[in-house]
């Protein structure tokens, strides 16, 4: 399986427009589009303009074939409107010699992603009870260590967060560009939920169980934090995010 994810910052005031204009013509269009499995849209917790849009298909060519399409570029373009303004600005100089500055949308961000491991693909496409809050892990792994990673992962690591309460959907995945890097995804009940997973503990002994697979650079940290009253942040430290779903489909309820 291949997951598709759109990093998009949709103004406050335009969200629950740009929700719909997700579900009238974005969920369709994946709908017809051959090897879509599921699509979900969700609001982060920390910052309420960022917007994540996430696609599941069943391979890479699947994706391909829909994104090189006439539609994809369509539904970006018509999206647009919605986008937050950034801080960054603008300056052209107008034929009346004047400066002109001005705001620009913050662009969409791409990315790809090879899944790796995934709990019961069942639990996801039945369509039974919805889920609101999706959860996502970031880690930079060692090449040389990322199949002991994996392992400890699946024997470990998906098998107890699925056993949390109110946890739905577990699913591990690699950036296709930079395979270094994995998210862990996983699908909740209610943000409640995801909350009591974070704060019995669990979270940061399983964590430990995978430190040694991760960066190098990570390990410096983690060196350098060890000194009293010192800090440090990295391009790549584990973040965690999490997100309010405002809108979850299964596209293949018959597999």
């Not at 937050?84 to 600005?89: C, R, V």
């Not at 998906?158 to 994995?182: I, K, W, Y």
Request: negative net charge; hydrophobic residues 40%; contains cysteine.
């Amino acid at each position: 399986m291949f997951l598709r994810s759109v990093q998009l910052q949709i103004s406050p005031d335009h969200l629950w427009a740009f929700r719909k204009l997700y579900e009238e013509s974005m969920v369709p269009e994946l709908q017809s589009a051959a090897g879509c499995l599921y699509v979900a849209l969700a609001r982060g917790n920390e910052a309420e303009e960022d917007v994540l849009s996430l696609a599941l298909w069943d391979g890479a060519e699947s994706a391909g074939v829909h994104e090189t399409g006439s539609a994809f570029p369509d539904l970006v373009e018509r999206s647009k409107g919605y986008m937050a303004q950034s801080s960054d600005y603008k300056i052209r100089l107008t034929p009346e010699m004047q400066l002109e500055y001005s705001s620009e949308p913050r662009q969409p961000v791409y990315r790809s992603y090879a899944v790796e491991l995934h709990s019961d693909i069942s639990r996801l496409l039945r369509g039974s009870a919805p889920m609101t809050a999706l959860r996502i892990v970031s880690v930079h792994i060692r090449p040389e260590m990322t199949e002991e990673f994996r392992r400890i992962y699946e024997r470990d690591i998906a098998p107890t967060v699925l056993a949390m309460s109110g946890c739905r959907f577990n699913l591990l995945v690699a950036d296709t560009q930079n395979r270094s890097e994995h998210l862990s995804l996983t699908l909740w009940d209610s943000l409640q939920n995801a909350d009591a997973y974070q704060e019995s503990g669990t979270f940061n002994r399983l964590t430990e169980k995978l430190r040694h697979t991760f960066s190098m650079l990570y390990q410096w940290k983690l060196g350098v934090e060890q000194e009293p009253g010192k800090q440090a942040a990295t391009s790549d430290d584990l973040v965690v995010r999490t997100y309010h779903i405002l809108l979850a489909r299964s596209l293949r309820q018959g597999l």
